[in-house]
C-alpha cells in the first residue's frame, strides 16, 4: 500500500517561492510515476509535474504553464518527492495533490493513470 502525505503548501506573494513535499509512507517500487497536480476553485484538475523512475534513471516532465518556474526532483533516501515553485503567479493558486502510480509505461499527465493520491495541501499566491 501507498501512503502519500503532502507538506509545505502556504500563503505567498507573487514572485515568491514555495517548495512542496510528498511522502511516500507505504510501500516502494522499482520503477513508477510520482507527479503533481493541481485544482482551483470551479476548474478542473491540471497536472503540473512528473517524474518517472526506472531504477536508476528518472526522467521528469513539465506543464507548459510552469516550465521554467517549477521543476519536480526526488529525494530518494527520504521516500520524497519534491516540487520546488519560483516566480508564483497568483493564477498558479490551486489546492496540490501528489499522486503515484506504479505502471511507469502509464501518461503521465493523466490523472487516471494513478493509483494513489494524497489529501492535498493549498497554495495561495496574493497579488
Known amino acids: 500500500q501507498v501512503q502519500l502525505v503532502e507538506f509545505g503548501g502556504g500563503l505567498v506573494q507573487a514572485g515568491g517561492s514555495l517548495r512542496l513535499s510528498c511522502v511516500n509512507s507505504?510501500?516502494?517500487?522499482?520503477?513508477?510515476?510520482m507527479a503533481w497536480f493541481r485544482q482551483a476553485p470551479g476548474k478542473e484538475r491540471e497536472f503540473v509535474a512528473a517524474?518517472?523512475?526506472?531504477?536508476?534513471?528518472?526522467?521528469?516532465i513539465h506543464a507548459d504553464s510552469v516550465k521554467g518556474r517549477f521543476t519536480i526532483s526526488r529525494d530518494d533516501a527520504k521516500n520524497t518527492v519534491y516540487l520546488q515553485m519560483n516566480s508564483l503567479k497568483p493564477e498558479d493558486t490551486a489546492v496540490y495533490y501528489c499522486?503515484?502510480?506504479?505502471?511507469?509505461?502509464?501518461?503521465?499527465?493523466?490523472?487516471?493513470?494513478?493509483?494513489?493520491w494524497g489529501q492535498g495541501t493549498q497554495v495561495t499566491v496574493s497579488s
Open positions: 507505504g510501500r516502494m517500487f522499482s520503477t513508477y510515476i
Open positions: 517524474l518517472r523512475w526506472n531504477w536508476n534513471y528518472p526522467i521528469t
Open positions: 499522486a503515484f502510480a506504479a505502471s511507469y509505461g502509464a501518461t503521465a499527465s493523466d490523472g487516471l493513470s494513478y493509483n494513489y
